[in-house]
């Protein structure tokens, strides 16, 4: 599957960001037969992913990266201004910078790596939806350890307030 991807180089990939996205970009990719390793903040996300088998990483200082240029595919799933740094930092010249959430602050990017390294960046927003609600309905994915709580329709006030609290990954609202 990894074929579809030409911009994962090798099959090696390093994901920056262990929220909903990070979660759900590394076990994508495991599925498509990358060798993934996920950089995180938070043992109990980072949890998730050891029980699949994916390396998962919180001191960045411990990075093993499969070259000592870096990382030949990298992304990006922390919305944050230094989450990019980072990744932009580990990846190796000739790489791919996959950028999958928006930063919400402008961060500046000293464009000269990117042109010297010749690494190419990518933006994916958002990919097929068959395949993903596929995924999904035929358990491909492992979600319910990010579901927080779940609440019907008539507590939908009660679950946005669920879903404000720091350290919530999914509310669920059903009918």
Request: net charge positive; hydrophobic share 45%; proline share 7%.
């Amino acid at each position: 599957m990894l074929d579809q991807c030409p911009e994962i180089a090798d099959g090696c990939v390093l994901v920056i960001g262990d929220g909903r996205l990070g979660l759900l970009q590394a076990q994508v990719l495991k599925t498509a037969g990358a060798s993934v390793t996920v950089l995180g903040r938070y043992s109990r996300k980072l949890a998730i992913l050891k029980k699949l088998g994916i390396t998962t990483v919180i001191d960045p200082g411990s990075l093993f990266p499969p070259s000592k240029e870096g990382w030949p595919s990298v992304v990006e799933a922390t919305g944050s201004k230094d989450g990019f740094d980072m990744a932009l930092s580990l990846t190796a010249p000739r790489g791919s910078l996959i950028l999958k959430s928006t930063v919400a602050e402008p961060p500046m990017i000293h464009l000269a790596p990117l042109v010297i390294n010749e690494i190419s960046v990518i933006g994916s927003r958002c990919g097929s939806f068959p395949p993903a609600l596929n995924a999904l309905a035929g358990n491909v994915l492992c979600t319910s350890p990010m579901i927080g709580a779940r609440f019907s329709l008539s507590e939908g006030v009660q679950a946005l307030e669920r879903a404000q609290k720091k350290g919530t990954l999914k509310v669920i609202i059903s009918p």
